[in-house]
């Protein structure tokens, strides 16, 4: 498909980019990204209703149990007991939430990239570039692309392995459809890393999430953290 100006991605030029995702933290994008899959929230067997409930008990008891009707409210809730703020973007048109404690840098090739403090090759990066699409279904399904990605990673020299773990699709701002991605690599570069990733086409112009963190055998990305950058790639989307 021809491109009417150099400063559009073709469908081509965007599996590259995703594909860079995971060389290194200063390509985390131009690199770029994509997952979902799993409820971020949820509720331990073993876990008691008593007098004094801990406040951790108490908001995971409420953004479990909280009607549907109030998803701005569960989300809020779960949001500052994870620790997370907004961020948002006016001028490019994305938001998401990240960590408070991990730091915003500059780095070529980002629109926006956030790294945890003294683990920098821990990130989470969006990129944002224009293209001729209307919407990311014109790329393919879900699934075409979580294909072409992973056989993207695979072809690298520094790719040992590659696992796709899930595949999701959901709604955003404006009926917008956002996909998620959820894989693993195993690279010469950095060993085990867990990629949670989100794209979605608004506007003519396509944005994509990438959050990488180190997922060692030695180090693996324990359940407290992982529900933290679910959190991440869910609060992806257009700025309303």
Not at 181 to 194: I, L, N, Q
Not at 223 to 237: G, P, T, Y
Request: glycine residues 4%.
């Amino acid at each position: 498909m021809a491109l009417r100006s150099s400063s559009t991605l073709s469908r081509s030029t965007f599996f590259h980019q995703l594909s860079q995702s995971t060389s290194t933290s200063s390509r985390t994008f131009v690199s770029i990204l994509f997952p979902k899959s799993t409820s971020p929230t949820c509720i331990h067997k073993d876990m008691h209703l008593s007098p004094s409930l801990s406040k951790r008990n108490l908001t995971l008891l409420l953004t479990t149990f909280l009607s549907v009707p109030l998803p701005n409210v569960r989300h809020a809730l779960l949001a500052q007991e994870l620790d997370l703020q907004r961020y948002t973007d006016s001028k490019e048109g994305f938001t998401l939430l990240t960590p408070s404690s991990w730091t915003k840098v500059d780095k070529a090739g980002a629109t926006v990239l956030f790294q945890e403090a003294n683990m920098g090759s821990n990130n989470i990066g969006v990129v944002v570039n224009p293209v001729r699409l209307a919407s990311l279904e014109e790329f393919g399904t879900p699934q075409f692309v979580a294909d072409k990605l992973l056989q993207a990673e695979r072809r690298k020299e520094s790719t040992k392995e590659a696992e796709l773990i899930t595949v999701a699709e959901r709604p955003g701002e404006g009926g917008l459809r956002i996909y998620e991605f959820e894989y693993k690599v195993d690279s010469t570069r950095g060993g085990m890393k867990r990629i949670f990733s989100a794209a979605f086409v608004a506007s003519k112009k396509l944005y994509l999430l990438n959050i990488v963190h180190s997922d060692k055998p030695e180090s693996p990305l324990d359940q407290d953290k992982r529900m933290i950058l679910e959190q991440v790639l869910h609060s992806f989307d257009a700025a309303a």
